[in-house]
């Protein structure tokens, strides 16, 4: 009899638990951090559908560096996640050491804007 | 004006959803790339759903494409019919080589049917144009200047060349570069390392100097080695080439569907090695969906 019951509380708690890890894992924004370039050490969570990187003293990530560009890139929210964009800059932007004009970011990339390097983070 | 070359699909022969494949993607062949005013896509696999949705998103929309089919594989036209209904407004150019225009047609139109795609006839979709390409002669669209080129693979196959502005692209999937080369099959990681491979004239003529070089990259030496007849390439071949083509960038192409991103990782860092061996500065990559490169 204790067995049975011991197996019918782990089948009502466990699925529980599973709803609630899943909850968890959706509300937690994804981050990027800057892990070299003035500002570093810092963590920026991704709570808003567009960022402008850049030099300018109004971008939401300002990397103050003369090779940035006053607004050098995007990181934009994608479906997927967040997508990075080169706004035209003059020395463009570093995806994993290779220079892309765009790219949909995951989890480990590495990016480069001027002297700031920064890693994704996924939820 | 520049070339915008993205990455929608980069997996070959078949799609794969796993987990282990999402850095660099697991849909089939679709590449696009924006010159002047127009938008040429190479290839339907699977990754060109995904760009269909994009084109009906810009603003303005799009009128026209120019899809360039390298081959009738499966994995080259699963895509086209979701394609289509995504873009109801678009006018599709479908170019291709092949001695029978007819095939080409009948094919894709029978893919277009409700028997293989459970479309509601009255649903809009994207009207379809057929062109043909010649290998002798290039042709003309807009200020971009299109060449195609025969590739060893079994059933035949078409890479093409994308000039524009003093810029070039070169797109060259499924594509065996060491197709009739003796030797091929004993090469060991080790054995030939100071001497550049062999690689067909064609090819590589077209490839001279060009910014980009899209190539078949699927195997690494072994698996070469067990799969030779399949139509595709070791990606040490492919550095090889793009060393003597002098490219300035070469993006290896068509994944194994196998492959996790840690072994398309490794084959990259393969390549490099094998690269600075031969003392060649070159940027090599492995073509990741969702990435987009300027030229």
């Known amino acids: 009899m204790a067995e049975t019951s011991s197996h019918r509380r782990s089948e009502a708690t466990v699925p529980t638990l599973i709803v609630a890890a899943r909850r968890e894992r959706d509300v937690r924004p994804h981050r990027l951090q800057q892990i070299e370039g003035t500002g570093a050490p810092r963590l920026i969570p991704l709570d808003r559908e567009e960022f402008v990187m850049g030099r300018d003293e109004a971008a939401n990530i300002r990397i103050n560096s003369p090779r940035a560009s006053r607004r050098h890139a995007f990181i934009r929210r994608h479906e997927e996640g967040f997508e990075l964009l080169d706004n035209e800059s003059r020395n463009g932007i570093l995806l994993n050491g290779l220079k892309v004009y765009s790219a949909v970011l995951r989890d480990g990339d590495v990016v480069q804007v001027a002297d700031g390097v920064f890693v994704y983070h996924e939820s | ?295």
Request: aromatic share 6%; with cysteine.
């Open chain 2, 1 to 295: 004006m520049a070339m915008i070359v993205k990455f929608w699909g980069v997996r070959g022969s078949i799609p794969t959803t796993a987990q282990w494949a999402r850095v660099f993607g697991g849909n089939t062949p679709c590449v696009e790339i924006r010159a002047g005013d127009g938008v040429f896509i190479c290839d339907a696999g699977t990754g060109i759903r995904e760009l269909g949705r994009d084109l009906a998103r810009r603003s303005p929309a799009p009128k026209a494409a120019h899809l360039f089919l390298s081959h009738l594989h499966l994995d080259h036209i699963q895509g086209l019919p979701f394609f289509l209904a995504a873009v109801p407004d678009l006018r599709v150019h479908v170019y291709g080589v092949s001695d029978d225009d007819t095939s080409r047609r009948r094919l894709l139109s029978g893919e277009l049917g409700a028997e293989f795609f459970p479309q509601n006839v009255e649903q809009p979709r994207a009207s379809l144009a057929f062109d043909q390409l010649d290998d002798t002669e290039p042709c003309v669209i807009g200020d971009v200047r299109v060449r195609s080129l025969p590739l060893k693979h079994p059933g035949g196959c078409h890479g093409f060349v994308f000039e524009h502005d003093g810029r070039k692209v070169v797109y060259a999937s499924d594509v065996d570069l060491d197709a009739g080369q003796a030797g091929a099959q004993e090469r060991t990681a080790t054995s030939d390392v100071m001497t550049l491979r062999p690689v067909p004239r064609a090819l590589l003529n077209a490839a001279r100097g060009a910014d980009l070089l899209i190539v078949d990259g699927q195997y690494n030496d072994p698996q070469y080695r067990v799969r030779v007849g399949s139509g595709h390439s070791s990606c040490l071949t492919a550095t090889d080439l793009a060393i003597q083509a002098d490219v300035k960038n070469l993006a290896l192409f068509h994944h194994d569907p196998d492959d996790r991103d840690s072994d398309v990782e490794t084959k990259v860092k393969l390549c490099l090695a094998r690269a600075a061996k031969l003392g060649a500065e070159l940027p090599i990559f492995a073509a990741r969906e969702g990435v987009a490169l300027k030229f």
